[in-house]
């Protein structure tokens, strides 16, 4: 409706969670660098946790394009309402094997030799469990059996659990102790705050086709985005969008403070933060300067072969690695 109007290729405020739109603020980089280690690693079990509209899912996205991209095999479970034997079939059938007519036994057997097969060529496998937080505790007994695959050395299954903060609650659990003393690595993603508010924004625009100096969505705009957003990116999605309908319906060249508050009230949203900058979150010049980088110089050298292992403590500073291609150019 507006793309014309604002000269936009793409609408930039879309709530589905396309991996081209990544924005990483310092902890959603962390994040991604701690899952991306632990299945290079192979260290079995690996926990993202997040509150709603935190990222996670695109995070998850991203993460499997650069799995893929260096030959690891994906399933990804996205529908976390599923018995043992459905959870089982299912990710028999996304890994290409077949599961029809065949009993929880036969799938285990099927599944055990296909990972062997995979590991003796040395290749890593992994399960990814979107929404994780709502599987059944019997279901995640299955998946905590399925990881007793392993060599004297290495896991031969690898699986990222990823769900909402109630996810980290359900391990604590005295039902899930063995497979919480199973986790090797945890992440958490929050809220961005107001400069990375800005820089999200701001990317977002510039991938969906606007000029870098186009002020569409001014930085005093942007604070009172922040404010009823509480810096939540699918609630910043859902303001920003229909704030320029109607910023477009009026034929304005720039979307004003204001219409972000009749939106807000239009949505039944309530300032929930006031405008703050982190002490660490650097100044407008850092984060103009950061929101220049390609994501392929975001994520330089993450795309390592499975043998190379980088120590966990290099963290956001991996080394260049030539052989890692971008997925897309921004």
């Known amino acids: 409706m507006y793309k014309e109007f604002y000269k936009l290729q793409r609408n930039p405020f879309e709530i589905t969670p396309d991996p081209s739109f990544l924005f990483l603020s310092p902890r959603h980089r962390e994040a991604l660098s701690i899952l991306y280690y632990g299945v290079q690693r192979r260290k079995g079990f690996v926990v993202l946790t997040g509150e709603v509209g ?53 799938l285990l057997h099927e599944f055990s030799k296909y990972l062997i097969a995979r590991y003796q060529k040395k290749q890593t496998t992994v399960i990814v469990v979107d929404e994780a937080h709502s599987l059944a505790t019997n279901v995640l007994e299955e998946v905590r059996l399925l990881t007793n695959l392993e060599t004297a050395e290495q896991k031969l299954l690898q699986v990222l659990l ?23 690595l945890r992440a958490h993603l929050e809220p961005l705050d107001l400069e990375e508010t800005k820089g999200y924004v701001r990317r977002r625009l510039r991938v969906a086709g606007a000029c870098p100096d186009d002020n569409l ?42 219409i972000i508050e009749e939106t807000a009230d239009d949505l039944c949203l309530e300032a929930i933060a006031a405008p703050r900058i982190e002490p660490c979150s650097g100044d407008n010049e850092v984060i103009a300067s950061r929101e220049n980088l390609t994501l392929d110089d975001r994520l330089q050298g993450m ?22 291609k971008p997925f897309t150019d921004f």
């Open 54 to 106: 935190t990222g996670k899912t695109l995070l998850i996205g991203y993460l499997m394009r650069l799995l893929k991209e260096s030959g690891i095999a994906c399933s990804y479970i996205f529908n976390s309402r599923l018995s043992a034997l459905e959870f089982l079939r299912y990710v028999a059938l996304d890994l290409g094997l077949a599961s029809a007519g065949k009993n929880k036994a036969k």
């Open 162 to 184: 990823v769900g909402q903060p109630e996810l980290a609650e359900r391990l604590d659990s005295f039902e899930l102790r063995q497979l919480k003393q199973r986790i090797a």
């Open 217 to 258: 969505i001014p930085d005093e705009t942007i604070a009172t985005v922040y404010q009823y957003s509480g810096g939540i990116p699918r609630l910043i999605n859902t303001i920003c969008e229909n704030a320029l309908i109607t910023t477009f319906a009026r034929q304005l060249t720039v979307v004003p403070p204001e």
């Open 303 to 324: 795309a390592q072969e499975s043998e190379q292992c980088l120590p966990l403590d290099t963290g956001l500073h991996w080394p260049a690695n030539p052989s890692l």
